[in-house]
């Protein structure tokens, strides 16, 4: 094949970009209180969070390459504990949990990362990516100075460290890793806390220096406490007016959020374009070097990975959205705007800005070194578009606006000035005929083999450790002959009280109603009048977690199932409490114990003319071929309750489309200042309607889809389609 000009000037500039990184040995990595200094050069760094097991390992070269593509210079992810060390001692680094490898192909397309090691994470992840055996361990208190939890951070965090010395991934080492991180957002808990907060702060800050990693260590959110071997940096949706405590630091941004989370039950909330890039050019006007968005790459929480309530998927309304695919306009906006500030660097690194006010509300600051001018123009008001005169020109500012002139004179780029059109993207049905078999789960009995008794009742994950979402309180109730409500027919009323997330209560093997709790409220209640008959009646409580909690003072002492009072109320004698009862125990499903994810033959399944619909607890299972093509797999799960899903016996997640999504959508302005409520969709539908289905994980035919419904659904109504978008 034949090699052009342009050709040749690619292998040119790989070759360079090679010999300035992916090649380089023992570079050296300090700061001062401008920017980070890397092989003797300041630097402005655009960096993007893409968490590696939010995504499949085949999806990580598209993900880093798109993230160069779009201007990016640094990639910056959590490190998640729990996926890692499942069990004390018991170490993964596999297939998504597969660290090294995300971090070589990182280094592979010529970019940097930031690794933060935390341990502790929030990240909407289950249990803030703390594993759960960590909450038995005996005297053990999270995130402050106790010596048991000291202990196994410590330990953990030197065995991560260990390994990317091992593999050579430190910058100074000629690897990618010019940053990590201790901690994580520890601030507001350390001001809660006070005297043991400060004694573990300085002491999490000490134990990350001895590691001798030969690149900087930051502390996000840290507030007034900072160590003087850390660097303090700000998460938000804007970090203009942060300053580092020391003025020998630079000025860094470790979370720009791009939108914010998604819970079930919520709407869903997305971030105009126009106001990230007002933020990125605000914050790096402003002396910032070093600018993250928070997220670069959602993704999806895969198995049960999502924190308490929090939705499968992560999109996070990122430049690419869950999929990988890029977000329009939003991706080619901040791509444009990354190459403006790369022409603008030399001068931002070089020298402080000199400030003119030119009116109200609209201001110029410019950066004039010797050899280069930067200049940025900035118009403040929300509402009102300006005309300014500068440096002999008049230059057009919408409200809520800046515009870059790299040389001081032309106006390259503007923060509200989109060029892109947007593309929308749409769910098109794959006509993938999926025809279900169905089967009923069983609802156990207090004396049958897998239970267990005991006075009262008892807390979930206590007796779970969280290996499955469910768990069984069983009871029976006897009723006289001589009960009065069996003559009148006013039906007793069964009161529960829950520490949360879901619970549906069968008495004599039927559904008597479910009860739900939210992300704001967890806890719920149920009451409700039940049917009971003469003798012994059985009621069966399914306590349903939805995610661990992933943010909190003390999280680990929070509660999760049934731990009452549970009352009867409308009995000859009054009221019953039965919390003190003695209570049989059961934990999960009976399909799970059957791996019934897996297709197993081991329960007779309906054929489709049996097929049971709107069930609850019931399981369905279908096979299909891979549909031709490359464009993303989802599943449509819109006539579906809440539950799970499995695609050849691999979990894509919590599906809860039931949950109808609260809030507010109304019109949005990019203009003003951007809160997590400001911009709404999704209002009165399924917080969560789609289900990333990862193409890596099927086979060309016969890939087998299980679902476990849990409140009753029609499976019928469930598609395959593909994600796609056309300009």
Not at 426 to 442: A, H, I, R
């Amino acid at each position: 094949m034949g090699f052009n000009i342009r050709d040749k000037a690619w292998i040119f500039l790989s070759f360079l970009c090679c010999s300035s990184l992916i090649c380089s040995v023992k570079a050296a990595v300090t700061y001062d209180h401008k920017a980070a200094i890397i092989n003797g050069q300041r630097r402005i760094l655009l960096s993007g969070s893409i968490h590696y097991p939010r995504s499949t390992p085949e999806m990580w070269p598209d993900l880093i390459q798109k993230a160069k593509e779009g201007g990016l210079d640094v990639i910056q992810t959590y490190v998640f504990w729990n996926g890692h060390e499942p069990s004390p001692g018991q170490y993964y680094f596999e297939d998504r949990y597969d660290l090294a490898k995300f971090i070589k192909l990182v280094q592979q397309a010529g970019l940097y990362v930031h690794l933060r090691i935390g341990p502790y994470v929030c990240a909407e992840w289950n249990f803030g990516g703390f594993p759960v055996w960590l909450k038995y361990v005996p005297g053990i208190a999270f995130r402050t100075d106790n010596e048991p939890f000291k202990s196994a951070m410590q330990k953990f965090t030197e065995k991560l460290v260990g390994m990317m010395k091992q593999e050579k991934l430190f910058e100074t080492q000629g690897g990618p890793i010019i940053l990590s991180q201790i901690e994580n957002e520890y601030g507001p808990v350390e001001w809660d806390i006070g005297a043991p907060g400060k004694a573990y702060t300085k002491w999490a800050a000490q134990m990350a220096k001895r590691l001798s990693t030969g690149v900087p260590w930051i502390m996000c959110k840290q507030d007034e406490d900072v160590p003087d071997s850390i660097i303090d940096t700000c998460n938000g949706f804007y970090c203009e007016g942060f300053k580092p405590k020391s003025n020998n630091k630079p000025k860094m941004w470790t979370e720009n959020w791009t939108s914010w989370l998604t819970e079930f039950g919520g709407a869903v909330p997305y971030r105009p374009a126009e106001d990230i890039a007002f933020s990125v050019v605000r914050f790096i006007h402003n002396g910032g070097s070093f600018m993250n968005y928070y997220m670069y790459h959602g993704g999806t929480n895969f198995d049960r990975t999502a924190g308490r309530f929090i939705a499968t998927s992560y999109d996070y309304d990122a430049p690419l959205d869950e999929y990988g695919l890029p977000r329009e306009p939003k991706y080619s906006h901040l791509t444009k705007l990354h190459k403006v500030i790369k022409l603008c660097e030399p001068a931002l690194v070089s020298v402080d800005p000199t400030v003119t006010w030119l009116g109200d509300k609209l201001e110029a600051r410019v950066f004039k070194s010797n050899s280069s001018c930067a200049a940025f123009l900035s118009n403040y008001d929300d509402s009102s578009a300006a005309r300014v005169s500068f440096g002999g020109s008049t230059y057009d500012l919408p409200p809520w606006s800046i515009s870059l002139l790299p040389d001081c004179k032309t106006e390259y780029y503007n923060t509200a000035k989109v060029r892109t059109p947007s593309i929308p993207m749409k769910m098109v049905p794959t006509n993938t005929q999926l025809s279900w078999g169905s089967y009923n789960d069983e609802i156990p009995s207090s004396n049958e083999n897998g239970t267990f008794s005991k006075d009262g009742l008892m807390e979930q994950i206590s007796m779970t450790r969280d290996k499955t979402d469910y768990l069984w309180y069983l009871a029976d109730v006897a009723i006289s002959d001589d009960e009065k409500f069996l003559k009148t027919g006013e039906d007793p009323l069964l009161t529960i009280d829950s520490a949360g997330h879901a619970l549906s209560v069968f008495v004599n093997g039927q559904l008597a109603g479910t009860s739900y709790g939210s992300h704001e409220n967890p806890k719920l209640t149920f009451s409700q009048k039940i049917k009971l008959h003469a003798g012994v009646n059985k009621l069966a409580l399914l306590s349903i977690a939805a995610g661990l909690p992933n943010v909190g003072l003390h999280y680990e002492t929070w509660n999760i199932g049934v731990l009452g009072p549970i009352t009867l109320n409308g009995v000859n004698s009054g009221t019953w409490d039965m919390s003190k009862w003695k209570w049989s125990y059961k934990i999960g499903t009976k399909g799970e114990s059957l791996s019934l994810h897996t297709g197993s033959s081991a329960v007779e399944w309906k054929e489709v003319s049996l097929l049971a619909k709107k069930q609850p607890l019931t399981w369905y299972k279908s096979t299909f071929a891979t549909p031709s093509g490359s464009e993303p797999l989802a599943l449509d799960m819109n006539t579906m309750g809440k539950g799970q899903v499995w695609i050849n016996g691999k979990n894509i997640g919590r599906h809860w489309p039931g949950y109808t999504a609260r809030g507010k959508c109304e019109s949005c302005s990019y203009a003003g200042t951007f809160k997590e409520q400001k911009c709404l969709s999704n209002c009165g539908e399924a917080s969560q309607r789609w289900y990333h289905v990862p193409r890596s994980w099927l086979k060309p035919s016969a890939n087998l889809v299980v679902v476990l419904e849990e409140w009753g659904g029609d499976p019928n109504g469930i598609s395959l389609v593909t994600r796609t978008g056309k300009k």
